[in-house]
Each structure stands twice: as structure tokens, then as C-alpha cells.
């Protein structure tokens, strides 16, 4: 499917269905319930986290897998997200597995999308009494895990860019206004998408030869714009495509790396090799990167009600969350991805609450 750009600007000025700031009916600090916002707040340790054992589970990518490939600490899996004047339900596996049986949820996207869905897969696993009946299956860009006793399947879709890269005689085609996986997506009951990571490759590791807008191809372009041209194709796509009468859409926002001390105001470190916890407080110094701007102001433009999973703070101040060596790829220092159990589990946590928030349309007991 082929998306225009012409008319997009005056939409983004128009009424967002977007569901921006995170705010959640909660049970407040000190009792009571009311609205909080669930993006805000710090990381506190808690004795009874993580919420699962990552040794038992056999879904994890040995990228991720931080314990099994010899961290030494394990602070890092006993942070809890507490938001700022209320609390967040913890995530239960036989709740999810019960609330979404039946149910088909997708992750699209880069490899923190894979990162996150295995982090989900993980949590649900441990849920389940028969592990016997859990499936993996792979079938090219899609690999589904299937809860058999619950018809559930949790899938991930491996599309870095979330529009088309086609091959022709000329060379590989990065098509910013051509989304042809949506055929798929839109028949899933759960989406939860994002992109970002791969935008600034070059080299080797980009994976297309030139870039195509309408009937114009070019060699390059400037990046930013090019990243926010796939975003509006995208979000045309949801408008126009997706029945929100039978499907929930997600927007995870942009996670970045820690190869940068100057962040956590420790100027010239230049990985994460050394960090065993968290930055204090609930604020990164800097602001938020070009890249977040630039997806909040497409997804203003949507009609639909998009949920947007806003965890860039939330993840920027877990410096102590990467895999760095730890990660079954050897002499790889990874700032990027995250460990499993670890900071992915509570993009998930807060990705059950929005969900049970809003199919309850009401206050949810804590």
C-alpha cells in the first residue's frame, strides 16, 4: 500500500486521539484512587523482583541473556518502576493468560522489539504449569510462541523500518511510502510497534541501496526527515486500516544507548562495562533526543486512539540495565539492547496496565 505525504501538516495540527501522557487510573500513595501519570517517577529496589527466573526461561536470545553469560551483580533485577504518587499493578501471568486468551498480540519492529517480546514471553511463560505446551515456530519475518492451552500467541515481526524495502535490477529500495505488511498487522488483535535503531545506519549494515519517495529515487537524505516520512506512511496506514473495533494499537517510544557518561554526569566514560545501578532521581541531563520529538509530533497527527508507550525517560535513567559483555557475542560491548530479566519487563508491565485499564474502563484494585 502507497501513501502520500500532501495534506499530512494540516492534520498534525489537528485533534490528536493519541493518548500522550500516560495517565492511568491507579491507586494512590497513602490509599485512595485518582488519574496518574505512569511515565513519571524513579527506580526503587524491591526484594520480590524480578518477576520471573530468566534461567528458566528458554526463549532468550543469548544477546540478552546477561546471567546466563556470566554478569557477576544482580541489583539490576531488583528495580521496580514506581511512579510518581501511585502504584502500578504487578504484572500477573494468570491474569494475561486469562484476560487474552484466544488472543493474537504482535511486537513490530527493530531489535528492541525482540528484546521486548521476549521479555513478554518470559513473563507469560512462567505463568503457565505445563511448559511442555508452549511452541516456538519460526516462518521469515515472523516468530510466534503459542500458548496451547490458552489459543495465545505472542508474535514478533522483524521490520526495522516499519515501511518496505523492495529489490530491483537497480539495488535494494528503502520505499517510504509503501507499507505492504499491513495486510498482516491489521489482523492481529494487539500491536505494539517501534522503530528507530537502524535509521542511522550506513555501510555494511544498512540494508538498503537507495531511498524512494513517490516516483523520486535518490541515493541518501537526510536521515531525521527520512525516519519521519516512514512515520507518516505508518501513521496514514492506522488510519486508514486498522478496525479499532477488534484491534489495540501501541506505539513504544524511542529507547537510547549508554555509551556516554555525559548523561549520567560522568564525563568520559564511553560505556556501560561499569554500571551496576540506576541514575538517581527521576531526571537524565539533556534533553529528549530529535528522534522523540520527532515520532510525538507524527503520532499528534493520528485520528485513531493510539496508545503511546512513553519510556524513553524511564529507560535513559537505566544505565545498569545493558548487557555490555554479557552477552554470549564475544568482544561485544552492548549499551543498546537490554538484559532479560531487566528493564524490558516493566515496558511490559506498563504495557498490562494500559491494557487492563482499558478494557476495564475503570479503576483497577491494587
Same mark, same amino acid.
Given at each position: 500500500m502507497r501513501f502520500g505525504f500532501q495534506g499530512w501538516s494540516s492534520i498534525l495540527v489537528g485533534v490528536a486521539a493519541v493518548i500522550f501522557s500516560g495517565t492511568c487510573l491507579a491507586k494512590k500513595v497513602g490509599g485512595g484512587k485518582g488519574k496518574c501519570d505512569i511515565y513519571e517517577g524513579s527506580w526503587v529496589v524491591d526484594d520480590s523482583y524480578p518477576m520471573y527466573n530468566s534461567t528458566l526461561c528458554p526463549h532468550i536470545r543469548k544477546e540478552f541473556d546477561c546471567q546466563k553469560y556470566g554478569r557477576p551483580d544482580k541489583l539490576y533485577l531488583r528495580y521496580r518502576w514506581q511512579p510518581k504518587g501511585c502504584h502500578l499493578p504487578r504484572f500477573d501471568g494468570k491474569d494475561f493468560l486469562r484476560r487474552f486468551k484466544g488472543k493474537k498480540i504482535m511486537y513490530i519492529g527493530d531489535s528492541i522489539s525482540l528484546n521486548q517480546w521476549q521479555s513478554m514471553v518470559c513473563l507469560v511463560h512462567a505463568a503457565v504449569p505445563d511448559p511442555s505446551r508452549i511452541f516456538q515456530k519460526a516462518n521469515g519475518s515472523i516468530t510466534t510462541v503459542t500458548f496451547q492451552d490458552y489459543d495465545l500467541s505472542i508474535m514478533v515481526f522483524h521490520s526495522p523500518y516499519l515501511v518496505d524495502i523492495e529489490a530491483l535490477p537497480i539495488g535494494r529500495i528503502l520505499k517510504l511510502d509503501s507499507l505492504k505488511n499491513g495486510h498482516t498487522w491489521k489482523k492481529i488483535d494487539i500491536l505494539i510497534f517501534n522503530t528507530w535503531l537502524w535509521w542511522h545506519r550506513n555501510g555494511p549494515t544498512q540494508p538498503w541501496d537507495y531511498i524512494q519517495v513517490g516516483l523520486k529515487i535518490r541515493k541518501d537524505m %537526510?536521515?531525521?526527515?527520512?525516519?519521519?516520512?516512514?512515520?507518516?506512511?505508518?501513521?496514514?496506514? &492506522?488510519?486508514?486500516? &486498522? %478496525?479499532? @473495533?477488534?484491534?489495540? $494499537?501501541?506505539?513504544?517510544? $524511542?529507547?537510547? @544507548? =549508554?555509551?556516554?557518561?555525559?548523561?549520567?554526569?560522568?564525563?568520559?566514560?564511553?560505556?556501560?562495562?561499569?554500571?551496576?545501578? !540506576?541514575?538517581?532521581?527521576?531526571?537524565?541531563? +539533556?534533553?529528549? !533526543?530529535?528522534?522523540? =520529538?520527532?515520532?510525538?509530533?507524527?503520532?499528534?497527527?493520528?485520528?485513531? !486512539?493510539?496508545?503511546?508507550?512513553?519510556?524513553?525517560?524511564?529507560?535513559?535513567?537505566?544505565? %545498569? +540495565? =545493558? !548487557?555490555?559483555m554479557y552477552n554470549g557475542v564475544k568482544r561485544k560491548m552492548d549499551c543498546t539492547h537490554w538484559c532479560i530479566a531487566g528493564v524490558p519487563d516493566i515496558w511490559n508491565q506498563l504495557l498490562y496496565t494500559s491494557l487492563i485499564t482499558q478494557n476495564r474502563n475503570k479503576m483497577y484494585d491494587l
Open positions: %537526510d536521515r531525521m526527515v527520512a525516519f519521519k516520512k516512514a512515520l507518516i506512511t505508518w501513521a496514514k496506514w &492506522v488510519d486508514s486500516d &486498522v %478496525d479499532f @473495533n477488534k484491534t489495540q $494499537v501501541f506505539f513504544r517510544a $524511542v529507547t537510547t @544507548n =549508554h555509551y556516554d557518561g555525559k548523561g549520567w554526569n560522568e564525563a568520559g566514560v564511553t560505556n556501560c562495562s561499569k554500571e551496576t545501578q !540506576p541514575i538517581s532521581g527521576s531526571t537524565y541531563l +539533556g534533553g529528549l !533526543p530529535e528522534s522523540s =520529538h520527532v515520532v510525538e509530533q507524527v503520532l499528534s497527527g493520528i485520528k485513531k !486512539p493510539v496508545q503511546f508507550l512513553n519510556i524513553t525517560n524511564l529507560s535513559r535513567l537505566r544505565k %545498569d +540495565g =545493558h !548487557p555490555s
